[in-house]
């Protein structure tokens, strides 16, 4: 029988629904699961969770739990992961320091420099745990589901031979709310999705061959309602013809349109019946809200005699193992080494594109330049990735700086001295927790 491992398996919802979608595949079902977790806590939680799931479904899979990976890599098929490096005592400052500067951020996991400091505390684990694959496991694939996900995946496809990819639910998601806005049904809808994680672009959308792009933005413009649900990706795709994916509280930190100031925010950000994007920090509250309250809910649930339904979510990574052991072919979205897939973005940044899954090979599908019109935001979030990679490699604090600086929205806030100031407390900060580098002096 397979062998999956999940790292992070403290978290309850990544781990329920991870571990539900491989206890419906009749190919899977019977697998041994391995969890890890460095929480103590939390993972005898998890290892409950996963014992009660099992049971629901009716099926002999072999639950471990351990909370040192090495103990249950040897002869893992697949690896999940799905870790925060430091608790919010750590991150938090990631947000509210630059906010002291000016810089007002919602959510702050994927780039810019609460993205970017968040990367160079989390590359140095995730090569560690390449590495233990490949003494381990060198065979099995690693899906990806921690933030900031193209430094991340970037980092490891450099410097690791591990089979690597990186899933975000971003792309489906989007491509849902799309068929739905233009009165189709999802699986009806055709379509090539290209770019950065986050910030792909919906470079064809189609249904029976027709371009759908002209309704998309007859409904948007027309119905109020829909307009409201993403107003900072509406707004992005009336001016730039193409549609984004990733939530409106995540793309109005990528550029300098929505954020600079309190008026925009308020403009832009504020009154959609969407997610929410003009709260700062955000991701910081949940966070904290959820720290107080995710035993009980946990244990509620483990304890709740209400019937458990083992129904796939819409998650991409069982699908990707049931490929990977040879069970089918899957079509999804991944991040992969851009080997000429998008010509007109740096060769070998991380792109989200069309990948292809079979028995122990994933396949990137060419997608073609972008449009010229999405390539100066892309292609800039591309460079200052790679920076920033290098510079954890290298423990190189000026090019953290230089990778900073080029971010839109905190360019549009401040001089070069103020983010060179604000990049050295952010680094100070975070001085203990950035083992590649020897000293943050800037």
């Known amino acids: 029988m397979p062998k999956i491992v999940l790292i ?47 049971k629901a479904a009716g099926s002999r899979a072999k639950i471990l739990a351990s909370t040192n990976r090495e103990d249950v890599l040897k002869g893992a098929d697949a690896v999940i992961v799905t870790i925060l490096c430091g608790d919010t005592q750590v ?40 590495h233990d694959m490949e003494r381990l496991c060198p065979h099995a694939i690693m899906l990806n589901y921690t933030n900031p996900m193209a430094m991340l995946c970037h980092a490891m496809q450099r410097h690791s031979n591990i089979t690597v990819t990186g899933l975000c639910h971003s792309v489906q998601g989007t491509a849902h709310m799309l068929a739905h806005w233009c009165g189709i ?20 959308l189609e249904h029976q061959g027709q371009d759908l792009y002209p309704r998309l933005r007859q409904a948007i413009m027309k119905d109020k309602a829909i307009y409201n649900t993403e107003q900072v990706r509406n707004e992005m795709f009336l001016s730039l013809g193409y549609y984004v994916t990733e939530s409106s509280g995540h793309n109005s930190e990528y550029n300098p349109w929505f954020r600079k100031r309190k008026d925009l925010i308020e403009t832009y950000c504020t009154h959609g019946t969407g997610w929410n994007p003009g709260e700062h920090a955000h991701i910081l509250k949940g966070y904290l809200h959820k720290e107080k309250s995710w035993r009980k809910t946990q244990m509620d649930w483990i304890r709740s005699k209400d019937p458990v339904r083992i129904q796939r979510s819409q998650e991409y990574a069982t699908r990707i193992i049931h490929a990977w052991l040879g069970e089918e072919i899957f079509r999804f979205n991944g991040n992969v080494p851009n080997d000429n897939v998008i010509p007109n973005l740096p060769r070998g940044c991380c792109v989200e594109v069309p990948v292809l899954a079979s028995r122990n090979k994933l396949e990137t599908m060419h997608v ?53 100031k604000m990049v050295r407390e952010l680094l100070k900060k975070n001085e203990k927790h950035l083992p590649t580098f020897r000293n943050v002096k800037l």
């Not at 391995?34 to 806590?41: K, M, T, W």
């Not at 920033?388 to 290298?394: D, G, K, N, P, R």
């Open 8 to 54: 992070g398996a403290g978290g309850f919802g990544w781990t329920k629904t991870l571990v539900t979608d491989l206890l419906s595949y009749p190919a899977l079902k019977d697998s041994t699961i391995a969890l890890v977790d460095i929480n103590r806590s939390k993972l005898m939680v998890a290892e409950k969770l996963c014992q009660k799931l099992v």
């Open 91 to 130: 991150w938090k400052h990631d947000i509210l320091i630059p906010m002291k500067y000016g810089v007002d951020i919602n959510v702050g996991d994927t780039r810019g420099p609460s993205g970017i400091i968040r990367a160079l505390r989390t590359i140095p684990v995730m090569l560690e745990i390449c």
């Open 185 to 204: 049904k999802p699986e009806r809808l055709s379509y090539v999705c290209g770019g950065l994680n986050h910030l792909s672009w919906f470079v064809r």
């Open 368 to 420: 073609g330049d972008l449009p010229m019109q999405v390539m100066p935001l892309t292609s800039n979030h591309a460079f200052s990735e790679m920076m920033a990679v290098e510079s954890c490699i290298q423990g190189n604090p000026e090019l953290v700086y230089q990778s900073i600086l080029n971010d839109p929205l905190t360019a549009s806030v401040l001089s070069l001295a103020e983010i060179r």
